[in-house]
């Protein structure tokens, strides 16, 4: 085999090599509660419980508590800036790790109510839009 084809090889297969190690470190799995508290980089999904979010400004930490499908609690710490449809959220998947007692995400992928797929119940409060239209 000629040394070119050789050297390409060598340089697709460390590419290759070099591109599966970073997914899987990038990779993080969806899991329990339980598990979350083992410390390594991973997903949870809950319930935001609303009437226990706090926002501290000064250094821009949020707190909140995920509630699963069980039933199970978990307080979060989320440091950075605050996703701008956080307040209309209902649940959040938590990228992040377990640490001193509390999951601190590093990532916040947030699950908002279907405020826009609703019906228009009532037809008056678009009126303006048929001004012209005198009946």
């Known amino acids: ?10 340089i697709v297969v460390a590419f290759g090599g070099f591109m599966f190690s970073s997914l899987m470190r990038s990779c993080s799995p969806h899991v329990s509660f339980e598990k979350a508290k083992t410390g390594s980089h991973v997903q949870v999904f809950g319930k935001i419980k609303a009437e226990d979010v706090v926002f501290d400004s000064d250094d821009l930490s949020l707190s909140f508590i995920l509630r699963n ?23 959040a998947t938590c990228i992040g790790s377990w640490q001193d007692g509390k999951f ?32």
Do not use: H
């Open 104 to 135: 601190k995400a590093d990532k916040l992928l947030l699950k908002c109510p279907s405020k826009y797929e609703g019906e228009v119940e009532d037809d008056q409060q678009y009126e303006f839009y048929n001004e012209d239209n005198t009946t």
């Open 69 to 91: 499908e069980e039933g199970e609690t978990m307080p979060v710490v989320y440091s950075g800036v605050v996703p701008s449809n956080f307040e209309y959220a209902e649940e």
């Open 1 to 10: 085999m000629p040394k070119r084809v050789i050297i390409v090889l060598i």
